[in-house]
């Protein structure tokens, strides 16, 4: 029997379950632990936290368990944003941009974010979780969080001191027969330029150049959140799910959470936790839940008339991101071949400002990927990706209304801080520098973007604001930290409220200077442990 065949009654059960969960679920119903969102963090809190029989854990989530084919398949990502499993966020003007409204896009349904992203699984580097516990999120760490990395995988390459063996999601490193001969040259030429070879993208030592390594299973499907995290645990007879049911309000009672309140089917019912609830929406929509409980910056939370229950004034605010360019484009002599895996097999981490931390990252995209501002590529195109990795830029997320059916207010401050523009314009040169190496003349016919007309500093400025997009990565919206400002604390308690906790990309002092989703995996995973240990 086939690995597909083999895993397909476990899928029908999964639907199964996330339809009679439904009914299940009562005004009088009560449970231990209640996780709002079953994005990646909520998936690994779930298959987590419901490993104790004796713990009753019901995840509530908006959206639906993924029935999109596409979703499956690795190759078929760029496709997925803006269909049916994306909230279809957008940002304000960006004055950075030159006014430009931003996409940002946020997973609908089990498995979150991780059902659109382009699967890349990306620890960053070390002494990037060191500057956390430096930022006050004491006992967060590279060796702390290399604990949970390495619990949460099964790597292709095998388990060692960096790598684990036996985790539920799996991790898949690029095979160098399969590889896509375009970024394979971009490798050489990388290496040519004079940067370091790194054979393990997530081992000892922050990578330079090296093989992207990808969420994907042994049957070639997304390893997203649901199939790695829920799937294995859908039998489980205390573990409840509840799909299109969008939580609208905490029950805060003398400052402890007692439960939330969800809407399903036009009608609102309240579900209690004897233990505490688990906000882990996402960077976007845990924040703006918190502040529609009352939780939050007070003057803003009066604006809209909502009563003040704690003053959590830099709730929303730190909002991160990685800008990317989109993109560095060439015309290949010939067709490009079709990626087996994601379409970005290369990656070259780069530090341009000093210190341990990569600033910049260069992708290998074997497909056009150019955002319309820029121009429309060739038919026989590839490209090369440019994104800044430690942006000096902050935003916020605010609420638009007290209905919780409003988007909210989303300002990512891309490339606000000129410090920002330079290092994006650098990382362009970097690109461009590679690009024109002899190792990728086979392939390349001609500079499309930013083009040969593009000789100064300040045309590639000006090319960055054109194609500058976010990665998509939002992420510390609800910074863990000691400090009495911090919204939560470091044991991921909500500051000022029992039995209330935030666990996903949210409680981001700084943003990883890499992918996010498996930052979040890895927060998560100490989550689990962190929430369990509180009570014995």
């Given at each position: 029997?086939?690995?597909?065949a083999?895993?397909?009654?476990?899928?029908?059960?999964g639907?199964?379950?996330?339809?009679?969960t439904?009914?299940?679920?009562?005004?009088?119903?009560?449970?231990?632990?209640?996780?709002?969102?079953?994005?990646?963090?909520?998936?690994?809190?779930?298959?987590?936290?419901?490993?104790?029989?004796?713990?009753?854990?019901?995840?509530?989530e908006?959206?639906?368990?993924?029935?999109?084919?596409?979703?499956?398949?690795?190759?078929?990502?760029?496709?997925?944003?803006?269909?049916?499993?994306?909230?279809?966020?957008?940002?304000?003007?960006?004055?950075?941009?030159?006014?430009?409204?931003?996409?940002?896009?946020?997973?609908?349904?089990?498995?979150?974010?991780?059902l659109?992203?382009?699967?890349?699984?990306?620890?960053?580097?070390?002494?990037?979780?060191?500057?956390?516990?430096?930022?006050?999120?004491t006992?967060?760490?590279?060796?702390?969080?290399?604990?949970?990395?390495?619990?949460?995988?099964?790597?292709?390459?095998?388990?060692?001191?960096?790598?684990?063996?036996?985790?539920?999601?799996?991790?898949?490193?690029?095979?160098?027969?399969?590889?896509?001969?375009?970024?394979?040259?971009?490798?050489d030429?990388?290496?040519?330029?004079g940067?370091?070879?790194?054979?393990?993208?997530?081992?000892?030592?922050?990578?330079?150049?090296?093989?992207?390594?990808?969420?994907?299973?042994?049957?070639?499907?997304?390893?997203?959140?649901?199939?790695?995290?829920?799937?294995?645990a859908?039998?489980?007879?205390?573990?409840?799910?509840?799909?299109?049911?969008p939580?609208?309000?905490?029950?805060?009672?003398?400052?402890?959470?007692?439960?939330?309140?969800?809407?399903?089917?036009?009608?609102?019912?309240?579900?209690?936790?004897?233990?505490?609830?688990?906000?882990?929406?996402?960077?976007?929509?845990?924040?703006?839940?918190?502040?529609?409980?009352?939780?939050?910056?007070?003057?803003?939370?009066?604006?809209?008339?909502?009563?003040?229950?704690?003053?959590?004034p830099?709730?929303?605010?730190?909002?991160?991101?990685?800008?990317?360019?989109?993109?560095?484009?060439y015309?290949?002599?010939?067709?490009?071949?079709?990626?087996?895996?994601?379409?970005?097999?290369?990656?070259?981490?780069?530090?341009?400002?000093?210190g341990?931390?990569?600033?910049?990252?260069?992708?290998?995209?074997?497909?056009?990927?150019?955002?319309?501002?820029?121009?429309?590529?060739?038919?026989?195109?590839?490209?090369?990706?440019?994104?800044?990795?430690?942006?000096?830029?902050?935003?916020?997320?605010?609420?638009?209304?007290?209905?919780?059916?409003?988007?909210?207010?989303?300002?990512?401050a891309?490339?606000?801080?000129?410090?920002?523009?330079?290092?994006?314009?650098?990382?362009?040169?970097?690109?461009?520098?590679?690009g024109?190496?002899?190792?990728?003349?086979?392939?390349?016919?001609s500079?499309?973007?930013?083009?040969?007309?593009?000789?100064?500093?300040?045309?590639?400025?000006e090319?960055?604001?054109?194609g500058?997009?976010?990665?998509?990565?939002?992420?510390?919206?609800?910074?863990?930290?000691?400090?009495?400002?911090?919204?939560?604390?470091?044991?991921?308690?909500?500051?000022?409220?029992?039995?209330?906790w935030v666990?996903?990309?949210?409680?981001?002092p700084q943003?990883?200077?890499?992918?996010?989703?498996?930052?979040?995996?890895?927060?998560a995973?100490?989550?689990?442990?962190?929430?369990?240990?509180?009570?014995?």
């Amino acid at each position: 029997m086939s690995d597909i065949a083999a895993l397909e009654p476990l899928r029908h059960a999964g639907r199964e379950r996330v339809r009679s969960t439904r009914s299940s679920a009562s005004p009088k119903q009560s449970v231990d632990y209640i996780i709002v969102g079953s994005g990646t963090a909520g998936c690994v809190l779930a298959h987590r936290l419901s490993a104790n029989p004796q713990v009753r854990v019901l995840v509530l989530e908006a959206g639906t368990w993924p029935s999109d084919p596409a979703i499956d398949s690795p190759q078929a990502w760029p496709a997925l944003q803006g269909g049916a499993f994306d909230w279809n966020y957008r940002t304000v003007p960006q004055p950075g941009l030159d006014g430009r409204v931003l996409p940002c896009p946020r997973g609908k349904g089990f498995g979150g974010s991780s059902l659109l992203n382009a699967l890349g699984h990306q620890r960053g580097a070390g002494a990037g979780y060191d500057r956390w516990e430096a930022l006050g999120a004491t006992g967060w760490n590279q060796s702390t969080m290399l604990a949970a990395h390495r619990r949460s995988e099964t790597y292709s390459g095998g388990s060692n001191r960096w790598r684990g063996g036996d985790g539920p999601l799996d991790v898949l490193a690029v095979d160098p027969a399969r590889a896509n001969p375009v970024a394979r040259a971009f490798l050489d030429a990388a290496l040519g330029r004079g940067f370091r070879w790194s054979a393990d993208l997530n081992g000892e030592h922050a990578a330079e150049a090296c093989w992207n390594q990808f969420t994907i299973d042994g049957a070639g499907r997304r390893a997203h959140g649901a199939r790695a995290f829920l799937e294995p645990a859908l039998e489980r007879s205390n573990l409840q799910l509840l799909a299109d049911a969008p939580v609208e309000s905490l029950l805060i009672e003398r400052g402890q959470c007692r439960g939330v309140r969800y809407r399903h089917q036009q009608t609102l019912t309240e579900v209690r936790a004897e233990r505490g609830v688990i906000m882990a929406a996402g960077a976007i929509d845990t924040p703006k839940l918190l502040m529609l409980s009352g939780l939050g910056p007070a003057d803003h939370l009066r604006e809209h008339g909502i009563t003040v229950v704690a003053d959590l004034p830099q709730l929303g605010a730190n909002l991160q991101d990685h800008p990317l360019v989109g993109g560095v484009a060439y015309e290949a002599h010939r067709a490009v071949p079709l990626s087996q895996y994601n379409h970005g097999e290369g990656m070259l981490f780069a530090t341009v400002n000093g210190g341990p931390v990569p600033d910049v990252l260069v992708m290998s995209v074997t497909v056009p990927f150019v955002l319309p501002g820029v121009g429309t590529p060739p038919p026989q195109c590839f490209t090369l990706v440019p994104a800044l990795l430690q942006p000096q830029g902050r935003g916020s997320l605010r609420l638009a209304a007290a209905d919780p059916r409003t988007a909210p207010i989303i300002d990512t401050a891309t490339l606000r801080e000129q410090a920002d523009l330079e290092t994006l314009t650098t990382a362009v040169e970097i690109a461009r520098e590679v690009g024109a190496r002899k190792e990728l003349g086979e392939w390349v016919r001609s500079e499309v973007f930013p083009g040969p007309q593009a000789t100064t500093r300040n045309a590639l400025r000006e090319f960055v604001k054109r194609g500058t997009s976010p990665f998509y990565h939002p992420v510390g919206t609800a910074r863990m930290g000691a400090d009495a400002a911090a919204p939560v604390t470091p044991e991921l308690r909500v500051r000022g409220i029992d039995n209330l906790w935030v666990a996903d990309a949210s409680v981001m002092p700084q943003i990883v200077p890499a992918m996010t989703n498996a930052a979040v995996v890895a927060i998560a995973e100490r989550a689990a442990d962190l929430i369990a240990g509180a009570f014995g």
